[in-house]
C-alpha cells in the first residue's frame, strides 16, 4: 500500500514538474517566457504535494515577469529621455497600461528603481530566485557589496521574512554609522501621507523617527489600553484592537472621544476632569469634547529604555534601547527623561550592574498647565513656537539631580529642544525674564 502511494505520489510530481518546464526556444523566442497552464480538473486529481510544486513553479515565474516589469520601465525611462519627454512619468506609464492603483503603480516604480542600480539582486529576480519584497530589502541593506552578494546567495533557498531577519542581522554586525548619524538619517527618511477613499474614509500612514515613535506609540498605548479597561467589562459590543487604537489615534489628532466612558477614562489618564479641556469646561461634554491647545491635554506616557550609565550621564556615545527594541542615542533619550514617565534601567550604574529605577513623572499635567501659563512659547532666543509644539525641558537634568518644579523648567521646541541636547548646550533664565544659551561642560 505504501509502495503504491509512493508510486503515485512520485507520477504526480514527475507530471508537474513537466507542464512547468519553460518551452523550448523552438516554441518561444530566446529568453522568453512561459507556463503551461493546468485545467481544473487536472489541477483537481493532484495531490498535496504536486500543487505545492505547481505553487513554487507560478511564483518563480510571477518573480520572473517581475525581473522582466524591471527591465521594462528601464527601458520606458531611457526611451522618455532619448525623446526628450523629461515630464514622462513611470509610475502614470504603469498605472495607465496595468490598471493597478496610483499606490500600487508607485510601489513598482520604487521597487523597479531599486533593482536597476543594483545588478546582482536584478539579476537573482529576472531569474525567478527572489521575489520583490526580497529585492527591496536586499537593496536597501545596508553592508558592503561583498555582504551582500552573499545575502543574495542565501535568499534564494528561503523566505521573505528569514530574508528580511538576516539583513537586519547582517545590517547590525556592519554598522558603521554612530548613534547621532543613525537618527539623523531615520529622521530625514520620516513621511506621512493621508487621503479619501471611495467610501469617505480617511486613511493614514506615517513612518516616523524612533524618538517621535517612542513618544507617540507610548502614548496611543496608554489611550488605547485606558479605553481596554472601559472595554473589558462588556459582554458583548467590545471593540476590537484595531478600533481601539483608531480611536486612540482619534483622540490624539483631534481630542474627539465617542462615548462618555471614553472621555472619563481619558480625563482620568491625564489629570483632568471630564468635560474639561486646558483647565476650561467643555460646552459639548465629555462625549465629543476636544482640547484646544493640545500639548497640555497630553497623557503621561512610560518610556522604558535600557541604557549605560556612562551613556546617561554623557560620558559615552552608547545607544539605549527601549522595551520596542529600538535604539536611541542617548541625547534622546536624555531628551525623553525631561518629559515623558521614563522607567531608566541603568547598566553599570552606582546600584550594581543593572540599577533598575522607579517611574519618574517628571512633569504633570497641572505642572505643565503653570510651565505654559509663564513661558507662553518656546523660550530659545527668537523663537515663538506654540505651546502645543513644545516640550518641557530640565535646566538642572535629573539625572544629574535636578528637581522638577517650575523654576527649573522651560518650555523648548521640539526643534531646538533637540538641538540643545545633541550640541551640549545649556538654557538659562534671566532676571528679566529673557533666555540664553551656552556651551555645557561635559560632565567629569
Same mark, same amino acid.
Not at 17 to 36: F, M, N, R
Not at 82 to 87: I, K, S
Not at 202 to 227: C, K, N, T, Y
Not at 318 to 324: L, S
Given at each position: ?20 518546464? /519553460?518551452?523550448?526556444? $523552438?516554441? /518561444?523566442?530566446?529568453?522568453g #517566457? ?7 480538473p487536472?489541477?483537481?486529481?493532484l495531490?498535496?504535494?504536486a ?5 513554487g513553479g507560478?511564483?518563480?515565474h ?7 516589469r524591471?527591465e ?11 525623446e526628450? #519627454?523629461?515630464?514622462?512619468s ?9 490598471g ?9 516604480c520604487?521597487?523597479?528603481a531599486?533593482? *536597476?542600480?543594483?545588478?546582482p ?6 531569474g525567478?530566485?527572489i ?10 541593506? %545596508?553592508v558592503?557589496?561583498? /555582504? ?5 546567495? @542565501?535568499?534564494?533557498s528561503?523566505?521573505?521574512?528569514q530574508?528580511? !531577519?538576516?539583513v537586519?542581522a547582517?545590517? &547590525? ?11 539623523a ?5 520620516? !513621511? ?5 477613499d471611495?467610501?469617505?474614509?480617511? %486613511? ?5 523617527d524612533?524618538?517621535?515613535a517612542a513618544?507617540?506609540?507610548? &502614548? ?5 489600553q485606558?479605553?481596554?479597561r ?6 458583548v459590543? %467590545? ?18 472621544? =465617542?462615548? @462618555?466612558?471614553d472621555?472619563?477614562?481619558i $480625563? ?8 474639561e ?12 469634547? &476636544?482640547?484646544a491647545?493640545?500639548g497640555s491635554?497630553?497623557?503621561?506616557v *512610560?518610556v522604558q529604555?535600557l541604557?549605560?550609565?556612562?551613556? #546617561? ?10 522595551? &520596542?527594541?529600538?535604539?536611541?542615542a542617548?541625547?534622546i ?7 515623558a514617565?521614563?522607567i ?5 550604574g ?8 522607579r517611574?519618574?513623572r517628571?512633569v504633570?499635567?497641572?505642572? !505643565?498647565?503653570a510651565l505654559?501659563?509663564?513661558?507662553r ?14 516640550d ?11 528637581p522638577?518644579?517650575?523654576?527649573? #523648567?522651560?518650555? =523648548?521646541?521640539?526643534a ?9 548646550l545649556?538654557?538659562? %533664565?534671566?532676571p528679566?525674564?529673557?533666555?540664553t544659551t551656552?556651551r555645557q561642560?561635559?560632565?567629569?
Amino acid at each position: 500500500m505504501l509502495k503504491e502511494s509512493a508510486d503515485v505520489l512520485e507520477s504526480q510530481v514527475g507530471a508537474t514538474a513537466s507542464v512547468l518546464e /519553460v518551452a523550448s526556444g $523552438a516554441q /518561444v523566442p530566446s529568453g522568453g #517566457l512561459c507556463l503551461a497552464r493546468l485545467s481544473r480538473p487536472e489541477l483537481a486529481s493532484l495531490g498535496v504535494a504536486a500543487l505545492t510544486e505547481v505553487l513554487g513553479g507560478v511564483e518563480r515565474h510571477v518573480n520572473q515577469v517581475a525581473g522582466y516589469r524591471v527591465e521594462v520601465l528601464a527601458g520606458l525611462d531611457a526611451a522618455g529621455v532619448a525623446e526628450g #519627454l523629461r515630464g514622462a512619468s513611470s509610475r502614470e506609464a504603469v498605472r495607465d497600461a496595468t490598471g493597478v492603483s496610483d499606490r500600487s503603480a508607485r510601489e513598482l516604480c520604487r521597487v523597479a528603481a531599486k533593482a *536597476q542600480r543594483c545588478e546582482p539582486v536584478m539579476e537573482a529576480l529576472a531569474g525567478g530566485d527572489i521575489n520583490t519584497e526580497q529585492a527591496e530589502s536586499l537593496c536597501d541593506a %545596508r553592508v558592503p557589496d561583498e /555582504v551582500r552578494h552573499q545575502l543574495i546567495a @542565501e535568499a534564494v533557498s528561503e523566505g521573505t521574512d528569514q530574508t528580511k !531577519r538576516r539583513v537586519r542581522a547582517a545590517e &547590525a554586525e556592519h554598522r558603521s554609522e554612530t548613534a547621532e548619524q543613525r537618527f539623523a538619517r531615520q529622521r530625514a527618511k520620516r !513621511r506621512a501621507q493621508w487621503g479619501t477613499d471611495d467610501d469617505g474614509m480617511l %486613511r493614514i500612514g506615517a513612518l516616523l523617527d524612533p524618538e517621535i515613535a517612542a513618544r507617540a506609540g507610548a &502614548a496611543l498605548s496608554a489611550i488605547s489600553q485606558a479605553m481596554w479597561r472601559d472595554d473589558k467589562h462588556l459582554g458583548v459590543g %467590545r471593540r476590537t484592537p484595531a478600533q481601539r487604537d483608531a480611536d486612540a489615534l482619534a483622540y490624539l489628532l483631534c481630542g474627539v472621544t =465617542l462615548s @462618555e466612558a471614553d472621555a472619563k477614562a481619558i $480625563a482620568k489618564l491625564i489629570g483632568q476632569p471630564p468635560g474639561e479641556a486646558n483647565g476650561k469646561a467643555s460646552p459639548q461634554g465629555p462625549a465629543g469634547a &476636544a482640547h484646544a491647545a493640545f500639548g497640555s491635554a497630553r497623557p503621561d506616557v *512610560q518610556v522604558q529604555v535600557l541604557i549605560e550609565y556612562e551613556a #546617561l550621564r554623557g560620558q559615552t556615545d552608547a545607544a539605549g534601547t527601549t522595551d &520596542a527594541g529600538t535604539e536611541l542615542a542617548p541625547e534622546i533619550v536624555r531628551k525623553l527623561a525631561c518629559d515623558a514617565e521614563i522607567i531608566p534601567i541603568m547598566l553599570n550604574g552606582p546600584g550594581g550592574s543593572a540599577d533598575i529605577g522607579r517611574a519618574r513623572r517628571t512633569v504633570s499635567a497641572r505642572l !505643565r498647565r503653570a510651565l505654559i501659563a509663564r513661558d507662553r512659547h518656546c523660550v530659545w532666543p527668537g523663537c515663538k513656537a506654540p505651546p502645543s509644539r513644545c516640550d518641557a525641558h530640565h535646566i538642572w537634568h535629573w539625572t544629574h539631580g535636578g528637581p522638577t518644579n517650575l523654576a527649573n #523648567l522651560a518650555l =523648548l521646541c521640539h526643534a531646538h529642544h533637540h538641538d540643545l541636547h545633541t550640541q551640549q548646550l545649556m538654557i538659562e %533664565r534671566n532676571p528679566d525674564g529673557t533666555w540664553t544659551t551656552s556651551r555645557q561642560p561635559r560632565a567629569p
